[in-house]
T-cell receptor, first 113, second 114 residues
Framework: KNQVEQSPQSLIILEGKNCTLQ??????????LRWYKQDTGRGPVSLTI?????NTKSNGRYTATLDADTKQSSLHITASQLSDSASYIC????????????FGKGTSLLVTP | SQTIHQWPATLVQPVGSPLSLECTVE??????LYWYRQAAGRGLQLLFY??????ISSEVPQNLSASRPQDRQFILSSKKLLLSDSGFYLC?????????????FGSGTQLSVL
């Protein structure tokens, strides 16, 4: 069973609207949680990295939250743009796992005019 | 600034043929280097990582191998490709001195084995 589950699997929103993507994980012990944006046919690009003590981190119109007690994270996108259309991947690191990361399958976001 | 180059962007190979994907990093020294594979509808899977020249660690047993002949060069190879080797291959680098290592990915290679 995947230790990082993302929802929804896909999402379609109108340009200018806000949206929130969810990530639940069971990875333990926790080291950090990352959100990546991956355009189709391209490599992922880091949006945020959060450690245990961080509840919120923003990167422009992207705001990530982390609740380490419930093992949940969300990525909120404000005032969406067409260029936000991509797959958003949640990644959680186990502090005992060396170099391995636990990747979610991603949420595919489509922003329409 | 640091950059990562990965090529080719797309590759179509027959079953049983050899493979060589190359990745180079510029603007940094002694990076950690990684090869990932992304199958359709699945999360990224770590294949190999390297913390230095000639030092390769494999995460999963498979038909592939990796080499690091130079500090900023990472090569993914296979002697005989299988159909199951098809996928999107990503090279990445990270700065080993950072407590929470941030990964920077290349643009990927879409490999189709026919």
């Amino acid at each position: 069973k995947n230790q990082v589950e993302q929802s929804p699997q896909s999402l379609i929103i109108l340009e200018g609207k806000n949206c929130t993507l969810q990530c639940n994980y069971t990875v333990s012990p926790f080291s950090n949680l990352r959100w990546y944006k991956q355009d189709t046919g391209r490599g992922p690009v880091s949006l945020t990295i959060m450690t245990f003590s961080e509840n919120t981190k923003s990167n422009g119109r992207y705001t990530a939250t982390l609740d380490a007690d419930t093992k949940q994270s969300s990525l909120h996108i404000t005032a969406s743009q067409l260029s936000d259309s991509a797959s958003y991947i949640c990644v959680v690191k186990n502090s005992n796992s060396g170099y391995a990361l636990n990747f979610g399958k991603g949420t595919s976001l489509l922003v329409t005019p | 600034s640091q950059t990562i180059h990965q090529w080719p962007a797309t590759l179509v190979q027959p079953v049983g043929s050899p493979l060589s994907l190359e990745c180079t990093v510029e603007g940094t020294s002694n990076p950690n280097l990684y090869w990932y594979r992304q199958a359709a509808g699945r999360g990224l899977q770590l294949l190999f990582y390297s913390v230095g020249i000639g030092q390769i660690s494999s995460e999963v047993p498979q038909n592939l191998s990796a080499s690091r002949p130079q500090d900023r060069q990472f090569i993914l190879s296979s002697k005989k490709l299988l159909l199951s080797d098809s996928g999107f291959y990503l090279c990445a680098w990270g700065a080993p001195e950072r407590l929470h290592e941030k990964l920077f990915f290349g643009s990927g290679t879409q490999l189709s084995v026919l």
